[in-house]
């Protein structure tokens, strides 16, 4: 496997002291940048100028986001880095902890000279290494984070060796680096971790709502790596020929069966299952569910006896209701995934599960998930980030959005 190891610090938290971090409204001037058309903002004897998404309140992103500029010393701490960000995705977690409805809630602080304590969001990106402090880091070097609440909508950040995790940056995009560490790592995770009795066999069946999705792509893609067979459940588009382009563009990646939800939750879908099952002992052994509600409830009752189903999130804003009947006569399990929880409690694991996805990546086992780019530069207008942001849960999309960071 590609090389990937943390880098272990001594001595220094993951926030470092304000005396490295100063708020700034001082002009700035351009220097020259080592990779192409690339610049650094350079402020006053030698401090780097920064630019970060903040909020201080919770609510709307168009409403509580800024753009605040601060400067970030030369002088590094003991085992530290000055980071310089590349990419960073926008995900829907991102957007829950900006509303205040995630179950995570994160710190507020000062450290970036705001004008009230604020957190900048964003917890997955690749930064490249501007300068280190750190034995085990150089300039050039690519890393992601480490742990989760890193905050990545930021133009650069300062940050302990600790907190960031060093990935072989040999034949990856910065987005395809950017986005290895929730997505494709949830899906690995539940399809590995989360059945009953013996793992996934090869031949074996899940069904997943939210096929669509960074983690439902992700999981027909390994899925088929692994043998595994699958059932897709999917939102119809506005145009039956909409729909059957998604349905061939994820049958190409993988799937085995791609329905709708209203072909899900009709009468006769549980004849079709049990047709496509047949000859399966214990028909589908694990559900992955996204969405709650009826398609819920739906993915529960298309389990197999002793099945389990995997809760990983509520797009539907909708409790899971779940018949008794199922945890009696069925044995049905049902559990709940939560990336950031498995990724703070066990880095190596995650070291490895992102080292293996990106050795897929390089030999074209894996495809990207389908990306929308949002430049950012250092004129960049906040209204335009906090749009891209906004959009993130709103109607059908075409790809994920991505901060593509340019000229800062």
Known sequence: MAGLRPIRAQGIANSLSRSSIRGTRSNTKLSPGSQGQVRYKSGPYGYTQAKSLVFSEYGEPKDVLKLHTHSLSPTLPSSSVL????????????????????????????????????VVPGNEGVFEVVSS?????????????????????????????????????????????A???????????????????????????????????????????LARLWGYRSVNVVRARPSPAETQALRDELAALGATHVVTEDE????????????????????????????GGKSAQAVARSLG???????????????????????????????????SRWADRDPAS??????????????????DTPVVEVPWTWDTEVDALKEAVQGTLEGFRTGKGIFVFRDT
């Open 83 to 118: 980071l310089r960000t590349l990419a960073a995705p926008i995900n829907p977690a991102d957007v829950n902890t900006i509303q205040g409805t995630y179950g995570a809630k994160p710190a507020f602080s000062s450290l970036l000279g705001t004008a009230s304590p604020s």
């Open 133 to 177: 402090s750190s034995p085990g880091l150089a300039k050039g070097d690519w890393v992601i984070p480490q742990k989760t609440q890193f905050g990545t909508w930021r133009t650069h950040a300062l940050a302990a060796a600790s907190a960031v995790l060093q990935i072989d940056k040999a034949g990856l995009t910065p987005a395809q680096a």
């Open 179 to 221: 986005t290895v560490a929730v997505n494709p790592c949830s899906a690995y995770r539940m399809l590995r971790d989360y059945v009953a009795g013996a793992p996934l066999r090869e031949g074996d069946w899940f069904l997943q709502n939210g096929a669509n999705s960074g983690v439902g792509r992700a999981a027909i893609q």
């Open 264 to 291: 899900f939750l009709a009468r006769d879908f549980k004849d079709r299952l049990a047709e496509w099952t047949r000859g399966s002992r214990e028909g589908v052994r694990l559900g992955l569910n996204c969405v």
């Open 305 to 339: 006896e002793g099945g389990t189903m995997v809760t990983y999130g509520g797009m539907a804003r909708q409790p899971v209701a779940l018949p008794t009947g199922l945890l009696i006569f069925k044995d049905v399990r049902f559990v709940g995934f939560w990336l």
């Open 350 to 367: 995650k070291a490895q599960t992102v080292a293996e996805i990106l050795d897929l990546v390089r030999e074209g086992k894996f495809r």
